[in-house]
């Protein structure tokens, strides 16, 4: 993970900021491979104290909700499509993800991102709390 991060996800935020680091955050969730000490050290490192995660300077809260459309949208939407039957080993896997993946139009990330929006101004209003109920 260190490596995804440190090659291909910073320099990718990077090129989005335009080089202003300062007012860039970064959220980890808590999967494992997200709070190891190597990934710490390289976020505290990229970001300071901006980051948001685990063990991280602005902690991940527990039973948090889902504010990035990949937690709710994009691993419920691909679960059913990808084990709709038995894969024959990691690389069919790997191929069935990448193929679903590579069927979503456009306009179904661009209506989740957009979600976000939503999805934010209801967390601010239960204050952080469990908001799914009121969509």
Known sequence: YTVMLRE??????????????DEIYSQQD?????????????????FQDRWIGRRGHIEWPLRSPDLTPLDFFLW???KPKVYATKHQNLDDLKGRITREIELILPE????????????????????????????
């Open 8 to 21: 291909q996800i910073v320099p990718a935020i990077r090129d989005i900021a335009g080089g202003n680091m």
């Open 76 to 78: 419920g939407y691909l």
């Open 30 to 46: 808590g999967a494992p491979p997200h709070y190891g000490v190597i990934v710490r050290q390289y976020l505290n490192e990229v």
């Open 108 to 135: 179904t990330y661009r209506n989740a991102v957009s979600a976000v929006y939503n999805r934010l101004a209801h967390c601010q209003a239960v204050e952080g709390q469990q908001f799914e109920h009121l969509l």
